[in-house]
């Protein structure tokens, strides 16, 4: 099947020339994106053309097409040129420049070069259909460092997670019947609740609240480097005040212990975009994939506080 793309390809390639009468980059290259989404589809990737990476100093370069996954982590880069370019010359001035160099195809319609942790790896003619396939096949599959450390993570997380909820509703439930500041303090938020979000809210619901908040407050920091949700959305710092008179110190380093690497594979992901809307859509997609994931239901009603 892969090779049946390739072919199809090369077929649409030389229709463009045929139809246009031009083998420049920006003619026949849309041919090529087309090759690299269906690539990308059996890992429910996705290419986006001509999305910004910012470079160390702060300035931005913009290759041809970024891989994307779900979580909107980069797993590969690609660029195209012209045939008419000297291939190894403009590859070398894009490096130069500071494009990603960690995984990152370029090909100009003839021969394509592949580039993984600063090395070529491969180089191929765009006329071998195997071949082609080839090169592309180790560009999809390939798992950056950070991409394989954050997957890593994730997957602990889920692992880890189940045992830190039974902990923080059992936690929970004891301050109830144990703790008169913790009673106090819920039973006025329960108040404000029924008020302002759903007059049938029950306290299982706001023990459920008090878990969602726990877990996502340190990713509303490690993302946006400040609790300003957290402090402007009166509903969450009325949360805060409650969850105050008893989760502090010893009890939530011990309890979120489990979890810590994957709150630090987030802030080292999240140092990472500089667009506060990008930080907003990556902090969405963690949201989605993961709080939602193990209670969706309660997610979507009352949703994040």
Request: charged content about 30%.
């Amino acid at each position: 099947m892969s090779r049946l793309l390739v072919t199809q390809y090369q077929a649409e390639v030389e229709k463009i020339i045929q139809y246009g009468g031009s083998r420049k980059e920006t003619s026949i290259r849309v041919a090529f994106q087309n090759l690299l989404n269906e690539y990308c589809k059996p890992r429910d990737f996705l290419l986006i053309p001509e999305l910004d990476y910012r470079l160390p100093n702060g300035k931005l370069v913009y290759p041809d097409g970024t891989i994307k996954d779900a979580l909107r982590l980069d797993w590969g880069y690609w660029e195209s040129k012209d045939q008419y370019d000297k291939l190894d010359e403009e590859i070398e001035k894009k490096l130069n420049k500071g494009y990603p160099d960690s995984n990152i195809l370029f090909e100009d319609s003839q021969t394509a070069v592949l580039i993984q942790s600063s090395t070529e790896t491969m180089r191929v003619s765009m006329k071998d259909a195997d071949a082609v396939d080839g090169i592309i096949t180790s560009f999809i599959n390939y798992v950056r460092p950070e991409v394989k450390d954050f997957r890593e993570a994730i997957e602990i997380f889920k692992q880890d997670l189940p045992t830190v909820l039974n902990s923080l509703r059992d936690l929970i439930d004891c301050q109830g019947e144990n703790n008169t500041s913790f009673q106090t303090a819920r039973d006025k938020f329960w108040g404000i609740c029924k008020e302002s979000i759903n007059p049938e809210i029950s306290l299982f619901d706001i023990r459920e609240m008090m878990i969602q908040h726990i877990l996502t407050e340190d990713i509303f920091i490690n993302i946006f480097n400040e609790s300003q949700f957290h402090r402007e959305n009166n509903i969450a710092g009325e949360l805060q005040g409650v969850i105050s008179t008893f989760f502090t110190g010893s009890v939530k380093k011990n309890t979120l212990g489990t979890i810590e690497r994957y709150y630090a594979v987030i802030r080292r992901t999240a140092a990472n975009i500089y667009n506060h809307q990008e930080k907003q859509k990556f902090l969405k997609a963690l949201y989605e994939n993961f709080y939602k994931a193990y209670n969706p239901k309660a997610a979507d009603r009352l949703g994040i506080v």
